[in-house]
Nanobody
Framework: QVQLVESGGGLAQPGGSLRLSCAGS????????MAWYRQAPGKERELVAW???????KYADSVKDRFTISRDYAKKMVYLQMNSLKPEDTALYYC?????WGRGTQVTVSS
């Protein structure tokens, strides 16, 4: 069984930064992908970034060069450093591992 708990969301101004964390527990293996998704009101859930063992990383085009995903394999943690935030980044951000999901952490970007 796997559990994922997100934290670090909140309110940020445009151009600001936030750092999301996801604490994993249970059978999490480094060779599997851990990912961040987000879902804005009225929109479908979309992939933000994923990372797997070996340093393979992928970003959505909309966040490339602004967001950085990282992972602590020993602690089963995954992070998302979000810089240069835009109002369109406002969404509920979810941590994902295989078919397991956290409950999400809200990110709101507004002046």
């Amino acid at each position: 069984q796997v559990q994922l708990v997100e934290s670090g969301g909140g309110l940020a101004q445009p151009g600001g930064s936030l750092r999301l964390s996801c604490a994993g527990s249970g059978s999490i293996f480094s060779f599997n992908v851990m990912a961040w998704y987000r879902q804005a009101p009225g929109k479908e859930r979309e992939l933000v970034a994923w990372i797997m063992g070996g340093g393979n990383i992928k970003y959505a085009d909309s966040v490339k060069d602004r967001f950085t995903i990282s992972r602590d394999y020993a602690k089963k943690m995954v992070y998302l450093q979000m810089n240069s935030l835009k109002p369109e980044d406002t969404a509920l951000y979810y941590c994902n591992y295989r078919n397991f999901w956290g409950r999400g952490t809200q990110v709101t970007v507004s002046s």
